[in-house]
Each structure stands twice: as structure tokens, then as C-alpha cells.
């Protein structure tokens, strides 16, 4: 599986970007998806993730009310809304996918075989 990743950009504080996760072609229904961030020096951190099927959410604490995941399955494709953008999420944006990932590895990116190739977010105050 190939994701590709788009939608990064350059936002003032406050404002809100999509991030899209296309998948070169049709995710099993075990997959999930996953959304992380990295910034230079730091190790790369969960965001978000969805589960193929069914469509059950997963956020990390700082994102919660502010970022949306969802999928387009028809599209093979994720989604990552963010409003209410903060500084702080200034980070390169990475889609992930696995199909065999448990539950409770979901926010570890070590467990996650497809990567897409990120897409640079840029938070101004």
C-alpha cells in the first residue's frame, strides 16, 4: 500500500487546514489509519487514527475538539481536519497504515508498516 499525503500549508493561529491520506488501492477493513507529527529533534507523535471498519476514533489529548479524523471509503482516503490551530502544531504531517495493528498499539508509530511522505504544517502566531 502507498499513501500519499497533502494539504500541509502555512496558517495563522486560530486557522484551520485539511490534511488528505490517499491510498494506492482498496485498505482491508482490519486496516487502520493513523495520523502523526514530527519536529525537528523531537520523536515522531500520535495524533490521531480511524479504524477502517466501523470507523471508530482515536485522538491524542492536545487534539481533542480541534482536530477531526474520518475516511472516504469509497476514495481509499483519510482525512484530517484542524481547527483552532495552535503554534504548537507547527510539525511535518505523516499518514500511516497497518492491517494487523491491535488496539492498544495504535498510538505507537513503530507499529505501523505504510508510511506516506509527509506534508509540512506551519502554525503562526
Not at 485539511?18 to 489509519?33: G, H, N, P
Not at 506516506?116 to 506551519?122: D, E, S
Amino acid at each position: 500500500v502507498q499513501l500519499q499525503a497533502s494539504g500541509g500549508g502555512l496558517v495563522q493561529a486560530g486557522g484551520s487546514l485539511r490534511l488528505s491520506c490517499a491510498a494506492s488501492e482498496r485498505t482491508s477493513s482490519r486496516f487502520v489509519m493513523g495520523w502523526f507529527r514530527q519536529v525537528p529533534g523531537k520523536e515522531r507523535e500520535f495524533v490521531a487514527a480511524i479504524k477502517w471498519n466501523g470507523g471508530h476514533t482515536y485522538y491524542t489529548d492536545s487534539v481533542k475538539g480541534r482536530f477531526t479524523i474520518s475516511r472516504d471509503i469509497a476514495k481509499n482516503t483519510v482525512y484530517l481536519q484542524m481547527n483552532n490551530l495552535k503554534p504548537e502544531d507547527t510539525a511535518v504531517y505523516y499518514c500511516a497504515a497497518d492491517g494487523t495493528i491491535i488496539q492498544s498499539s495504535i498510538t505507537l508509530p513503530n507499529q505501523y508498516d505504510y508510511w506516506g511522505q509527509g506534508t509540512l504544517v506551519t502554525v503562526s502566531s
